[in-house]
């Protein structure tokens, strides 16, 4: 089975200072991928960074950065440079294998940039 | 419209009620999926429909009742619900994955955020 950890329910964080959220995962299957995905509180999901299994480099997306360490099994993203539009739940996600669906979710961390 | 819409953004109903929930993607893909979204848990996938058919069922009460009519529309019928029931419910879709590749980005709607009283 399928987990996905994120250990930090909130955090608070000055503007302009960079920012790690941290997830941890559990998966068997060589083939994967990790999504980062932005909750603000409109409801709307928002799609921020992927990164797969068999990537070699870590995955950038403008101010989103993703800490890729495939033996600990962590992705952790990292925001540079927060801004208070980055004020929202924040929630890793793992795909496995090919043909599969499922994107299955941490519990989200909710991060409040402070000005 | 752009993206995933949904409709109704909010809903109260009693647990006698029957209502419905509609999502509309305007993104040319063609898998579909429900979420329910409870306080304090991770989202739980509830329906999965790729190329108009139902592929995954989480296991979900039958007092919910997904129907695909086409791959732009996706709605999940309501009835007698319970106040568990009571939650944020997320459509999303994406392209069904094709070949070897685990990458398929989904997109998500707004949301319906349900009250089952």
């Known amino acids: 089975a399928q987990k996905i950890t994120q250990t930090q329910p909130g955090m608070f964080v000055q503007e302009k200072e960079a920012v790690t959220l941290d997830c941890t995962y559990d998966?068997?299957?060589?083939?994967?991928?990790l999504f980062w995905y932005k909750q603000p509180s409109s409801g709307e999901m928002i799609f921020l960074i992927y990164q797969g299994s068999y990537d070699q480099q870590n995955a950038t997306e403008g101010r989103y950065s993703l800490n890729f360490q495939k033996a600990r099994k962590s992705a952790n993203l990292v925001i540079s440079a927060s801004q208070l539009g980055d004020s929202a739940m924040y929630f890793c996600?793992?795909?496995?294998?090919?043909?599969?669906?499922?994107?299955?979710f941490g519990t989200g961390t909710r991060l409040t940039i402070i000005p | 419209e752009t993206g995933v819409t949904q409709t109704p953004r909010h809903l109260v109903m009693g647990m006698t009620n029957k209502k419905s929930l509609k999502c509309e993607q305007h993104?040319?893909?063609?898998?579909m999926y429900w979420y329910k979204q409870s306080a304090k848990k991770p989202l739980e996938l509830m329906f999965v429909y790729s190329l108009e058919e139902r592929v995954e069922n989480n296991s979900v009460p039958s007092r919910f009742s997904p129907e695909c009519p086409n791959s732009s529309h996706l709605f999940l019928h309501l009835h007698t619900l319970q106040p568990e029931d009571s939650a944020l419910y997320l459509c999303?879709?994406?392209?069904?994955?094709?070949?070897?590749?685990?990458?398929?980005?989904?997109?998500f709607g707004p949301g319906t955020r349900l009250t089952v009283l």
């Open positions: 993104l040319g893909h063609n898998a």
């Open positions: 996600a793992l795909k496995i294998n090919f043909g599969n669906e499922k994107l299955t």
């Open positions: 999303a879709s994406s392209q069904a994955l094709a070949g070897a590749s685990v990458y398929n980005e989904q997109f």
């Open positions: 998966t068997s299957d060589p083939s994967y991928g």
